[in-house]
Protein backbone atom coordinates (compact mmCIF):
# COMPACT_ATOMS: atom_id res chain seq x y z
CA UNK A 1 0.00 0.00 0.00
CA UNK A 2 1.32 3.32 -0.70
CA UNK A 3 1.56 6.54 1.44
CA UNK A 4 -1.16 9.45 0.33
CA UNK A 5 1.22 12.40 -0.77
CA UNK A 6 1.09 14.96 1.95
CA UNK A 7 2.47 18.38 1.46
CA UNK A 8 3.68 18.93 4.72
CA UNK A 9 5.86 21.66 4.24
CA UNK A 10 2.36 23.35 3.43
CA UNK A 11 0.82 22.82 6.60
CA UNK A 12 0.59 25.14 9.09
CA UNK A 13 2.43 24.31 12.43
CA UNK A 14 -0.79 23.56 14.02
CA UNK A 15 -2.12 20.94 11.38
CA UNK A 16 1.39 18.86 11.70
CA UNK A 17 1.11 18.88 15.15
CA UNK A 18 -2.81 17.55 14.50
CA UNK A 19 -0.94 14.84 12.35
CA UNK A 20 1.53 13.92 14.71
CA UNK A 21 -0.57 13.44 17.24
CA UNK A 22 -3.31 11.16 14.84
CA UNK A 23 -0.53 9.15 13.63
CA UNK A 24 0.79 8.95 17.49
CA UNK A 25 -2.94 8.09 18.69
CA UNK A 26 -2.90 4.75 15.62
CA UNK A 27 0.09 3.16 17.77
CA UNK A 28 -1.62 3.98 20.99
CA UNK A 29 -4.53 2.02 20.37
CA UNK A 30 -2.42 -1.31 19.33
CA UNK A 31 0.96 -0.88 21.41
CA UNK A 32 1.71 -4.49 20.56
CA UNK A 33 2.30 -3.34 17.00
CA UNK A 34 5.26 -1.49 18.53
CA UNK A 35 8.62 -3.34 17.69
CA UNK A 36 11.04 -3.76 20.24
CA UNK A 37 14.61 -4.01 19.70
CA UNK A 38 16.24 -7.03 22.12
CA UNK A 39 17.53 -4.34 24.38
CA UNK A 40 14.53 -2.83 24.84
CA UNK A 41 13.13 -6.06 25.51
CA UNK A 42 15.77 -6.46 28.10
CA UNK A 43 15.41 -3.39 29.84
CA UNK A 44 11.55 -3.89 30.34
CA UNK A 45 12.16 -7.54 31.84
CA UNK A 46 14.63 -6.16 33.88
CA UNK A 47 12.44 -3.09 35.31
CA UNK A 48 9.52 -5.51 35.69
CA UNK A 49 11.51 -7.84 37.76
CA UNK A 50 12.37 -5.38 40.06
CA UNK A 51 9.31 -4.24 40.11
CA UNK A 52 7.58 -7.47 40.88
CA UNK A 53 11.09 -8.10 43.70
CA UNK A 54 9.92 -4.81 45.57
CA UNK A 55 13.22 -3.17 44.44
CA UNK A 56 11.82 -0.54 42.04
CA UNK A 57 11.15 3.03 43.93
CA UNK A 58 8.05 3.71 42.77
CA UNK A 59 6.55 7.27 43.50
CA UNK A 60 2.14 7.56 43.85
CA UNK A 61 0.27 10.24 41.35
CA UNK A 62 -0.29 12.01 44.65
CA UNK A 63 3.26 12.93 44.92
CA UNK A 64 4.01 13.00 41.23
CA UNK A 65 1.51 16.02 41.04
CA UNK A 66 2.39 17.55 44.10
CA UNK A 67 6.14 17.80 42.80
CA UNK A 68 5.20 19.42 39.37
CA UNK A 69 3.04 22.17 41.41
CA UNK A 70 6.06 22.57 43.48
CA UNK A 71 8.22 23.19 40.58
CA UNK A 72 6.17 25.49 38.85
CA UNK A 73 5.95 27.67 41.67
CA UNK A 74 9.46 27.67 41.67
CA UNK A 75 10.55 28.67 38.18
CA UNK A 76 7.66 31.05 37.23
CA UNK A 77 9.34 34.28 36.30
CA UNK A 78 8.38 36.91 38.62
CA UNK A 79 6.62 39.98 37.06
CA UNK A 80 7.51 43.68 38.09
Known amino acids: MGLPKI ?5 T ?12 ESFTR ?3 SLPLTAAQAA ?4 RMALLDEGRMPTVSWD ?11 TRRPAFH
Open 13 to 24: PEERLDLISRIW
Open 43 to 46: ELDR
Open 30 to 32: DPD
Open 63 to 73: EIQARHRASRR
Open 7 to 11: DVQGM
